[in-house]
């Protein structure tokens, strides 16, 4: 059974950084290694928006985040990261973890810039 294990979210100012954490704790390690990953997020009254993906040696960004985030893979640990600088307002949403071909979502990391 598929359980992600979400945190790292808060309140940032703008400008500041947040880190966000997603473990695979029941996923074993062969295909953790070999999946393809990333962070999907959903602002209030908006559309999910694919902000980052990383398959093998490969990462791709939204462009509202390139340049500011960052998306790393440790396959020892089973977990992804999500290092986001720049932080801006409309970064504002709920921050889910992502596995491609999993239909499962877990309770997802609230991220809130503000002053």
């Known amino acids: 059974q598929e359980q992600y294990v979400e945190s790292g979210g808060g309140l940032a100012q703008p400008g500041g950084s947040l880190r966000l954490s997603c473990k695979l704790p029941?996923?074993?390690?062969?295909?953790?290694?070999?999946?393809?990953m990333g962070w999907y997020r959903q602002a209030p009254g908006k559309q999910p928006e694919l902000v980052a993906s990383?398959?093998?040696?490969?990462?791709n960004y939204a462009t509202s985040v390139e340049g500011r985030f960052t998306i790393s893979k440790d396959n020892t640990r089973r977990t992804i990261y999500l290092q986001m600088n720049s932080l801006k307002p409309e970064d504002t949403a709920v921050y889910y973890c992502?596995?491609?071909?999993?239909?499962?979502w877990g309770q997802g990391t609230q991220v809130t810039v503000s002053s």
């Open positions: 990383i398959s093998g040696g490969n990462t």
């Open positions: 029941r996923t074993i390690l062969s295909v953790f290694t070999s999946a393809s």
């Open positions: 992502w596995r491609q071909g999993i239909d499962y």
